[in-house]
Every structure is written in structure tokens, then in C-alpha cells.
């Protein structure tokens, strides 16, 4: 396998850090680590975007990867049986992955990283014309993220494959969002910095 993404930014660094602790230390993924420390896999293109969530001292603090819907991505590529119907394949969508909440903060300051992030997904897609996300979550985490309050509906019935109860889920994004968000108590104005892969930053 060939990265193209390579961990030279400090702050891609502790993302990529924070995303080998969440799902290959903690939930045991079986995942690709790069010099015994960051998680990269073959999606990490430069072709990826991520949105990263990042404390006063520049260190991660939530991070998600989104991949277009229109080239290679997880759903289309791993999952596609997740769907009832044909994948979405839109230029205007992009999937959203390793949605990742730096496992050393405390609960409260999880929660409060989780929405910010949540927020800025929604803020990252009305700044950059994406009308949707989709997305491969376990059913647990799905009926979470269905109650957040914006358009979230499954793709499918789901399944298990290996130990996960998979589902596929499409989020619909337009400019009544943030305040649906905001009537399901998430909405919450990022404090922090926003990166891309580009390491474009936002105040």
C-alpha cells in the first residue's frame, strides 16, 4: 500500500496519533499503523479532506475524514451492501470517516469536542457547496447520530459483518442545518481551530 497523506504537520500528526489510540488500541480495528504510530489507510489521499478540531496549543482534539463520493471511498468500496439501492454517487457529496474524539479528554469536554465537530461538519459543507454526507456507523451510533436533529435517514436494513452491527446513512445538509441542530441541543460554535488537509485554518 502507498500513502500519499504523509504525517509531516504537527497537527495531522496528533490526529493521525489519536485515530491509532481510538480504533486500533481501543476498539481493536485491524487497520494499517505507520511507524508504530499513526493510523493511515489507503483513503488517505490527497484527495481527503479532514476536518480537525484543535486545543490552544495546537494538539487534536476531534478530527473526521471525509472522502468523495464520486471516487474511491469506504461505502462504495467495502459496504456497498449496506444498501438497499445503488450507493450515492454525487460530486457534492462526500463521505464522512473516522469520525475521531481524542480518547484523553475528559467526558465532559467528549461531549462538548463531539458537537463542535458536528457543527463544523455542517459549517464545512454549507461554506463549500456539499449537500450531504454519507457515512458507515454501527447501529448504536447511528440512532445517535439520527437524533442530533438534522436529515439523517439509513441507506438499508444494515447487517452484521464480523462482530459490528453496520449500518449506511445519508445526511441531507442545507441551510436550515445549524438551526435544527441547535433544537437537538448539538449545535455548538466551534471555540478552536479548523484544519483541512491543506492545513487551510479557520479562527
Not at 489521499?45 to 486545543?55: F, G, K, S, W
Amino acid at each position: 500500500m502507498q500513502n500519499q497523506t504523509s504525517p509531516d504537520d504537527r497537527l495531522l500528526r496528533t490526529m493521525f496519533e489519536a485515530r491509532k489510540r481510538v480504533f486500533v488500541d481501543l476498539l481493536k480495528w485491524d487497520v494499517p499503523v505507520l511507524e508504530g504510530a499513526y493510523e493511515i489507510d489507503q483513503f488517505d489521499t490527497r484527495e481527503a479532506t479532514y476536518v480537525i478540531l484543535a486545543d490552544e496549543e495546537g494538539s487534536h482534539r476531534a478530527s473526521a475524514r471525509l472522502l468523495r463520493t464520486d471516487r474511491a471511498h469506504i461505502l462504495g468500496e467495502l459496504f456497498a451492501c449496506l444498501c438497499d439501492g445503488p450507493v450515492p454517487v454525487r460530486d457534492d457529496f462526500r463521505e464522512i470517516t473516522r469520525f475521531c474524539i481524542e480518547p484523553a479528554l475528559p467526558r465532559s469536554e467528549r461531549r462538548a469536542a463531539r458537537d463542535e465537530l458536528v457543527t463544523a461538519l455542517a459549517e464545512h459543507a454549507l461554506a463549500n457547496a456539499i449537500a450531504g454526507y454519507t457515512a458507515v456507523a454501527t447501529r448504536s451510533w447511528y440512532r445517535q447520530i439520527s437524533g442530533f436533529g438534522w436529515r439523517c435517514r439509513a441507506l438499508g436494513d444494515g447487517c452484521r459483518i464480523g462482530a459490528d452491527d453496520l449500518v449506511a446513512l445519508q445526511i441531507d445538509i442545507d441551510r436550515e442545518t445549524p438551526a435544527a441542530l441547535a433544537r437537538g441541543g448539538i449545535y455548538r460554535q466551534p471555540s478552536c481551530r479548523i484544519a483541512s488537509q491543506a492545513l487551510e485554518i479557520a479562527a
